[in-house]
Antibody, heavy 119, light 109 residues
């Protein structure tokens, strides 16, 4: 059974960089796409981007200038960096597996981690 | 960017009743690349339906998806107590960004 677990600071100061890591267990990170999705408190879901096991990426245009997603196949991990954060970036951040190359929906999710942007 | 609009915003029903949730897209979704998720408070979303009508592994057969083009529906034939929560549709038919609807909250009447 594939499991995903997010890790990283729960509190980030405005203008700083948010960094999260997702560790994949129970399966290889290879041959899949991997995404980050966020959900502000009480609101809906927003897709941030994905990374392919080869390292290729695709980002949401609205966040492309601030977001970097990378993969470390040796550690079975992928990561999210978001620069210049503001209070609007406060959200639960989920990592998720893209179901297949054809179906870019998300079949396995981490439990989510709340990141608060505040001084 | 494709905008997904879900209706109703809230649906109040009793166990055993039939639930019909709607998801309308601002543009045609190619190849019916639409998914449905269920989310309960404090939990991650759970994939229910992909490709508009295909049940994901572990999805009970009381859940069914239908539709094409711009109009899609999730139907729950007979509600069980564990079905209550918030449901989201997601499109992945166009080039990214992949987008989600704003959600329909299904609550116990």
């Amino acid at each position: 059974q594939v499991q995903l677990q997010e890790s990283g600071p729960g509190l980030v100061k405005p203008s700083e960089t948010l960094s999260l890591t997702c560790t994949v267990s129970g399966g290889s990170i290879s041959h899949y796409y991997w995404s980050w999705i966020r959900q502000p408190p009480g609101k809906g879901l927003e897709w941030l981007g994905y990374v392919i096991y080869s390292g290729s990426t695709n980002y949401s245009p609205s966040l492309k200038s601030r977001v970097t997603i990378s993969v470390d196949t040796s550690k079975n991990q992928f990561s999210l960096n978001m620069t210049s954060v503001t209070a609007a970036d406060t959200a639960v951040y989920y990592c998720a597996r893209v179901k297949s190359a054809w179906h870019h929906c998300f079949d396995y999710w981490g439990q989510g981690t709340l990141v608060t942007v505040s001084s | 960017e494709i905008v997904l609009t879900q209706s109703p915003g809230t649906l109040s029903l009793s166990p055993g009743e039939r639930a019909t949730l709607s998801c309308r897209a601002s543009q045609r979704i190619s190849s019916s690349y639409l998914a449905w998720y269920q989310q309960k408070p404090g939990q991650a979303p759970r994939l229910l339906i992909f490709g508009a009508s295909n049940r994901a592994t572990g999805t009970p057969d009381r859940f069914s998806g239908s539709g094409s083009g711009t109009d899609f529906t999730l139907t729950i034939s007979r509600l069980e107590p564990e079905d209550f929560g918030t449901y989201y549709c997601q499109q992945y038919g166009s080039s990214p960004p992949y987008t989600f609807g704003q959600g329909t909250k299904l609550e116990i009447k």
